[in-house]
């Protein structure tokens, strides 16, 4: 299902467990205090707790605590995650930056060279999931891509590619 702060319509059936939070244009810090998040703190760990796939894309104005909370919520979840920020980078410098965060949290997972395309970055996300799946491990993979458009902007299509990886891998 998707899944967002603001409610959304179910997605699909689930087939690999993969959770993927998106973030968009965000300023993150370590540990601020939250006030009036409780809603979206369930909502983040009901998400996370869920045995289906998960989407999650989140939004909203710059420097409210976006990403400050998901990492907080996925730190006291105790849920392993890849985190990436995109940055204004030529596609190459951004693949070879998503490589180094993906060989960080998947340090199980050979590579022997970056990433060429953000469609194997997606391939790299779903052969771990369903590498966690054939050996009965019940942890989701999670990903968050901190400051999404970013990486749109370098990759036209993108966010179909996107689109088409998760209603093929969800």
């Known amino acids: 299902t998707c899944r967002s702060v603001i409610p959304t319509p179910p997605c699909g ?8 939070i998106l973030t968009i244009l965000i300023v993150n810090s370590l540990h601020p205090p939250f006030h009036n998040r409780e809603r979206e703190r369930h909502s983040l760990q009901q998400t996370l707790r869920s045995p289906r796939s998960e989407l999650v894309i989140l939004y909203g104005r ?3 605590g976006k990403s400050a909370l998901l ?4 730190e006291d979840e105790g849920v392993p995650f890849l985190y990436h920020r ?3 980078r030529t596609l190459p410098l951004q693949l070879a930056a998503l490589t180094d965060d993906f060989r960080a949290a998947f340090p199980g997972v050979f590579l022997p060279q970056p990433f060429g395309t953000f469609s194997t970055f997606l391939d790299g996300v779903a052969f771990e999931a369903q590498a966690r799946q054939d050996r009965a491990n019940p942890t989701p993979v999670c990903v ?3 400051e999404l458009p970013y990486l749109a902007d370098a990759e036209p299509g993108l966010l179909t590619l996107l689109q088409h990886w998760w209603d093929d891998n969800k």
């Open 144 to 146: 968050v891509i901190d």
């Open 71 to 74: 990492r907080r919520v996925l």
């Open 13 to 20: 059936q689930n087939t690999i467990t993969i959770s993927i």
């Open 86 to 88: 995109a940055v204004r």
């Open 62 to 64: 710059r420097g409210v």
